[in-house]
């Protein structure tokens, strides 16, 4: 083979070749983004109406089945779901995996936009899509320092207008979630005696204001040379001005303005939600990154925003912002959990081949292969669109004790005609030369096993391109290393060298020579027997199938993961306000405050239960929401009982803990049945539920 050839002919060549396929793999791997999992694309576009005040069976009636009706049609439609809550409609539809999610989007603003009829008050339809990438990478709370008696709420402008937009600066942000942040609002809180004493309704006075804050155009005015537009400007934006707008001009009783039957101010809406963290009022915020970021530099970023925040504003108005979810954390975890994988691995295939090879030179040689097949991989990675993740980094854990495979091939080849007396450069290429079609189609069968997963665009080919993807390039990059440098190594290494020299090792040799013994015997026997030999076979396979089957792990479709957060969901009886559903929810809060290392230090309590180094909950009419993180974060699956006790303590309330799990989607992603009770009246339903 002319590649063989030209190898060993050429040394310098082939050592600076693995020079630059060691560089540019460092560069790759310095631009290649790092994130916990692969994305994954899964076209799901999210569509939400609003009807501020509308129940729940109007919202279905006059909004979600109009639509529904529309975009049932849409092409690639997989599934559609819609969920009619007080005052929001929204609808999420599902398309094929590796349809043009831009093209699905358009397609559905069309069918939109041949609904009719919403009702007046309902706003305009909202669109968004969702994938892997919109799980937040961060998350924060804002609370008051003590001394601050103000309320939470009337920051939400500084919310808005100054640390969402600091945040959202940070390279690798694609955007920012407020919850609990509410704007100021001009309301009209109508007298209904004085309504009545005018003879108005509601109607009336909505009505008006309408009508008086518009900008309508006036026609255009010709003067002298000139030609004006003329347009009427009326913005209503202070309560003396809404105040001041007539309602009605009757002819007895003169002009009714609206100050007349309604006391208009600006106020904050009505409160639908409770937010808590370690027994305060908090705004929790968190980052979303856009696709392809460096998780770990966007978080570094984000990290210094928030502390340049706190040291400044935040800290004169008397407000600080604590980073409570921290997904790099995890990350950086795994992937040097992962790293010092691969170096334990690639150390211990170096012991295992000077145990077998007896020579310190054959194992310099064949441990070469590597790193540069390792690092090698790298640069495939970034030209194919790849990310560093523990998905990625697994393959190349598997790969590094495949990549010695071909060397070891090659090289046991070259020994053997090197000590029949070929020379030094024969032996070289004769050796690479015999065996290289072996070699070859060795790594072609390991590479073609992921062919499929490499090719098919649904969501489990999607996870495990990356594994695919390194374990292929790896082992053929240790193919080419194995018949070029490793024939190049030995020529220059083993130069003068006739013989192998080989080490004896006294015991290992000892086993080594009795294990031996033993498979040579019982290889004549069964060879000289049929029968033999086929109960051999028949008691081997037999034994490895009920092997298999007994210590068949738990199957999973992927793996939880020890993440270091604890989610749950509280379900109060039907009908329970906002007040009460907060009350539980504090008895959760109080029933787990002894167990807060803020408040009793971060060492295990006396029977032992591990301390929250985090703890919050979101309460609102239909559930509630608690969630914590464990000061240990090995013991954070400990804190699921003791979330979980206080909650089936109280008369109605069904509630649930789990420990998210780090490929889950969403803040409480993790295992889920879904049970669905179809029919065509919810009245038939409900009792079947």
């Not at 979630?177 to 100021?184: F, Q």
């Not at 009505?207 to 804050?213: E, G, I, V």
């Given at each position: 083979?002319?590649?063989?050839?030209?190898?060993?002919?050429?040394?310098?060549?082939?050592?600076?070749?693995?020079?630059?396929?060691?560089?540019?793999?460092?560069?790759?791997?310095?631009?290649?983004?790092?994130?916990?999992?692969?994305?994954?694309?899964?076209?799901?576009?999210?569509?939400?109406?609003?009807?501020?005040?509308?129940?729940?069976?109007?919202?279905?009636?006059?909004?979600?089945?109009?639509?529904?009706?529309?975009?049932?049609?849409?092409?690639?439609?997989?599934?559609?779901?819609?969920?009619?809550?007080?005052?929001?409609?929204?609808?999420?539809?599902?398309?094929?995996?590796?349809?043009?999610?831009?093209?699905?989007?358009?397609?559905?603003?069309?069918?939109?936009?041949?609904?009719?009829?919403?009702?007046?008050?309902?706003?305009?339809?909202?669109?968004?899509?969702?994938?892997?990438?919109?799980?937040?990478?961060?998350?924060?709370?804002?609370?008051?320092?003590?001394?601050?008696?103000?309320?939470?709420?009337?920051?939400?402008?500084?919310?808005?207008?100054?640390?969402?937009?600091?945040?959202?600066?940070?390279?690798?942000?694609?955007?920012?979630?407020?919850?609990?942040?509410?704007?100021?609002?001009?309301?009209?809180?109508?007298?209904?005696?004085?309504?009545?004493?005018?003879?108005?309704?509601?109607?009336?006075?909505?009505?008006?204001?309408?009508?008086?804050?518009a900008s309508v155009s006036a026609g255009r005015l010709d003067e002298g040379k000139r030609r004006y537009t003329v347009r009427m400007e009326s913005d209503l934006n202070t309560p003396g001005q809404v105040g001041s707008v007539v309602v009605r001009t009757d002819p007895v009783l003169g002009r009714v303005f609206v100050s007349d039957i309604a006391n208009v101010l600006l106020a904050y809406p009505e409160e639908t939600s409770m937010r808590r963290h370690l027994g305060a009022g908090a705004i929790p915020l968190n980052a979303v990154r856009e696709?392809?970021?460096?998780?770990?530099?966007?978080?570094?970023?984000?990290?210094?925003?928030?502390?340049e925040l706190n040291e400044g504003i935040l800290k004169s108005e008397g407000l600080s912002m604590k980073l409570v979810y921290d997904e790099t954390i995890y990350i950086e975890d795994a992937i040097q959990l992962v790293q010092s994988n691969i170096m334990v691995g690639a150390f211990l295939a170096a012991v295992i081949l000077m145990i077998f090879l007896r020579s310190w030179r054959a194992t310099l040689v064949v441990s070469i292969a590597i790193p540069v097949s390792v690092v090698g991989t790298f640069v495939a990675m970034s030209f194919t669109?790849?990310?560093?993740?523990?998905?990625?980094?697994?393959?190349?854990?598997?790969?590094?004790?495949?990549?010695?495979?071909?060397?070891?091939?090659?090289?046991?080849?070259?020994?053997?005609?090197?000590?029949?007396?070929?020379?030094?450069?024969?032996?070289?290429?004769?050796?690479?030369?015999?065996?290289?079609?072996?070699?070859?189609?060795?790594?072609?069968?390991?590479?073609?096993?992921?062919?499929?997963?490499?090719?098919?665009?649904?969501?489990?080919?999607?996870?495990?391109?990356?594994?695919?993807?390194?374990?292929?390039?790896?082992?053929?990059?240790?193919?080419?290393?194995?018949?070029?440098?490793?024939?190049?190594?030995?020529?220059?290494?083993?130069?003068?060298?006739?013989?192998?020299?080989?080490?004896?090792?006294?015991?290992?040799?000892?086993?080594?020579?009795?294990?031996?013994?033993?498979?040579?015997?019982?290889?004549?026997?069964?060879?000289?027997?049929?029968?033999?030999?086929?109960?051999?076979?028949?008691?081997?396979?037999?034994?490895?199938?009920?092997?298999?089957?007994?210590?068949?792990?738990?199957?999973?479709?992927?793996?939880?993961?020890?993440?270091?957060?604890?989610?749950?969901?509280?379900?109060?009886?039907?009908?329970?306000?906002?007040?009460?559903?907060?009350?539980?929810?504090?008895?959760?809060?109080?029933?787990?405050?002894?167990?807060?290392?803020?408040?009793?230090?971060?060492?295990?309590?006396?029977?032992?239960?591990?301390?929250?180094?985090?703890?919050?909950?979101?309460?609102?009419?239909?559930?509630?929401?608690?969630?914590?993180?464990?000061?240990?974060?090995?013991?954070?699956?400990?804190?699921?009982?003791?979330?979980?006790?206080?909650?089936?303590?109280?008369?109605?309330?069904?509630?649930?803990?789990?420990?998210?799990?780090?490929?889950?989607?969403?803040?409480?992603?993790?295992?889920?049945?879904?049970?669905?009770?179809?029919?065509?009246?919810?009245?038939?339903?409900?009792?079947?539920?």
């Amino acid at each position: 083979m002319i590649l063989i050839r030209q190898a060993i002919e050429r040394p310098a060549a082939v050592c600076a070749g693995v020079l630059l396929i060691i560089l540019f793999g460092y560069v790759a791997l310095q631009q290649i983004p790092i994130q916990l999992v692969p994305d994954v694309d899964r076209p799901v576009v999210q569509v939400e109406t609003r009807w501020p005040g509308a129940a729940p069976a109007e919202v279905e009636r006059e909004i979600i089945n109009k639509q529904e009706e529309q975009l049932k049609g849409i092409e690639g439609l997989q599934s559609m779901e819609g969920r009619a809550r007080t005052g929001r409609a929204q609808i999420t539809l599902e398309f094929a995996v590796g349809q043009d999610i831009d093209r699905a989007l358009t397609q559905v603003a069309q069918k939109l936009d041949r609904v009719s009829g919403y009702p007046a008050e309902a706003d305009e339809p909202t669109l968004e899509t969702s994938g892997s990438e919109d799980n937040p990478i961060a998350w924060f709370v804002l609370k008051k320092l003590p001394g601050n008696e103000r309320p939470l709420k009337e920051y939400s402008k500084l919310v808005d207008d100054v640390i969402t937009d600091a945040i959202e600066r940070v390279p690798g942000v694609s955007r920012t979630n407020v919850y609990g942040s509410d704007d100021l609002q001009m309301q009209v809180r109508v007298r209904p005696e004085d309504l009545a004493s005018y003879r108005l309704t509601v109607d009336d006075v909505v009505r008006a204001l309408r009508n008086a804050n518009a900008s309508v155009s006036a026609g255009r005015l010709d003067e002298g040379k000139r030609r004006y537009t003329v347009r009427m400007e009326s913005d209503l934006n202070t309560p003396g001005q809404v105040g001041s707008v007539v309602v009605r001009t009757d002819p007895v009783l003169g002009r009714v303005f609206v100050s007349d039957i309604a006391n208009v101010l600006l106020a904050y809406p009505e409160e639908t939600s409770m937010r808590r963290h370690l027994g305060a009022g908090a705004i929790p915020l968190n980052a979303v990154r856009e696709t392809g970021a460096n998780v770990i530099a966007t978080m570094g970023g984000i990290r210094a925003v928030v502390d340049e925040l706190n040291e400044g504003i935040l800290k004169s108005e008397g407000l600080s912002m604590k980073l409570v979810y921290d997904e790099t954390i995890y990350i950086e975890d795994a992937i040097q959990l992962v790293q010092s994988n691969i170096m334990v691995g690639a150390f211990l295939a170096a012991v295992i081949l000077m145990i077998f090879l007896r020579s310190w030179r054959a194992t310099l040689v064949v441990s070469i292969a590597i790193p540069v097949s390792v690092v090698g991989t790298f640069v495939a990675m970034s030209f194919t669109g790849r990310t560093v993740n523990v998905i990625s980094l697994a393959g190349i854990a598997f790969a590094v004790g495949m990549v010695v495979d071909a060397a070891i091939v090659v090289l046991e080849n070259i020994y053997r005609l090197r000590e029949k007396g070929l020379p030094l450069k024969d032996a070289a290429f004769e050796g690479a030369n015999q065996v290289w079609g072996a070699v070859l189609v060795s790594a072609l069968t390991t590479v073609m096993v992921f062919i499929p997963i490499m090719t098919t665009d649904l969501e489990v080919g999607q996870l495990f391109q990356d594994i695919a993807v390194a374990i292929s390039v790896s082992v053929m990059l240790s193919l080419l290393v194995s018949i070029t440098l490793i024939p190049a190594l030995f020529r220059w290494l083993f130069g003068g060298v006739g013989k192998v020299d080989t080490m004896r090792i006294p015991i290992l040799d000892d086993v080594a020579a009795a294990f031996s013994t033993i498979v040579l015997a019982i290889a004549r026997r069964t060879t000289s027997s049929a029968v033999l030999g086929l109960t051999l076979v028949a008691v081997l396979t037999a034994g490895s199938l009920y092997a298999s089957w007994k210590l068949l792990p738990k199957l999973e479709y992927l793996p939880e993961g020890n993440n270091n957060f604890v989610f749950g969901v509280i379900l109060p009886p039907p009908g329970y306000n906002l007040a009460t559903s907060e009350g539980i929810a504090l008895k959760v809060e109080d029933a787990v405050r002894d167990l807060w290392a803020s408040e009793t230090g971060p060492e295990d309590s006396p029977e032992g239960k591990p301390k929250f180094d985090n703890f919050f909950f979101v309460a609102t009419e239909t559930r509630s929401f608690i969630g914590g993180s464990s000061v240990d974060p090995s013991r954070a699956a400990e804190l699921i009982p003791v979330m979980r006790t206080p909650i089936f303590t109280e008369p109605g309330t069904f509630g649930f803990i789990n420990q998210r799990s780090i490929f889950g989607r969403g803040i409480g992603g993790g295992r889920a049945v879904d049970l669905d009770i179809l029919g065509d009246d919810l009245e038939d339903i409900l009792p079947v539920a």
